[in-house]
């Protein structure tokens, strides 16, 4: 065996990486294809189906159809009662987003920086996390009124949680070998912590934020339906107390533009994160 050392590759090793990054290039797109039609089939299907049993098996007036749940989206567009709603919620839902992920991201960074901070904290966390957050929405508003506050308190509390349990369940997946080489390498517990511990949550908080989107909005909409006079949860209860079932799912609707808003960003930021990382390189061992 021979090897190859500071030198260059050569022009078939090259050429190897070329086509393999070419056919990497082709698969993924074949497969973000295949995907795209599959979901464009699941979604005829349920709209088919939907559309079927609406007046043959269910009730049209408890059922509504896609027809008709378009028709009233359309009407809250153009009639302009959409935006104001729409606006408010995105506040409560993009405001309770930013403090929960601020707020889990840093005690994770204290927990990982303080070996004794999570014995210390657990109990109390888990008890806190054990609490139906939607139970805490009288409380919020009768500590922190009618306003915007208690909904964006309450879809941060629902944020933190899943931030937080997803990053500290990366920071215990590190691997103590490669710590232990770091530390006799004279690595101390801030450069472990840099260097080695916060990477590797990387992959843990991007789950975690895509799992806590729809987190965000449920904590915003309870908020809504608890006390509001405008928000999509408002447009929600107020069309289902007239029986508009049409208008209630259109409400609904907007709602579900919203979480794929966001995971349709944070798709994208993770894409763009991934782009970042090192190709592995070709073998430059030589028979």
Known sequence: MTVVAALGPTAHEAELV?????????????????????????LAVFLGAWAFASGRLVDAEFLSDPRGVTTAFITLVTSGRLFPHLAQTLVEVLGGYAIGVVL?????VLVAAVEAAHRVLRPFLIAFYSIPKIALAPLMVMWFGLATAPKIILAAAFVFFVVFMNMVAGVYTVNPQQANALRVMGAGRVDLLRKLILPGTVPYLMTGLRLAVPEALIGA???EFISANRGLGYLVTSAAAQFNTAGTMAAILALLLIV????LALSLAERRLLRWRPRPAVSLVRA
């Open 260 to 263: 794929a808003a966001m995971d």
């Open 104 to 108: 889990g991201v840093a005690l994770t």
């Open 18 to 42: 070329a086509r393999t990054g070419a056919a990497e290039a082709t698969r993924d797109r074949t497969r973000r294809i295949g995907v795209a039609v599959g979901r464009a089939l699941v």
């Open 221 to 223: 909409v309870v908020g």
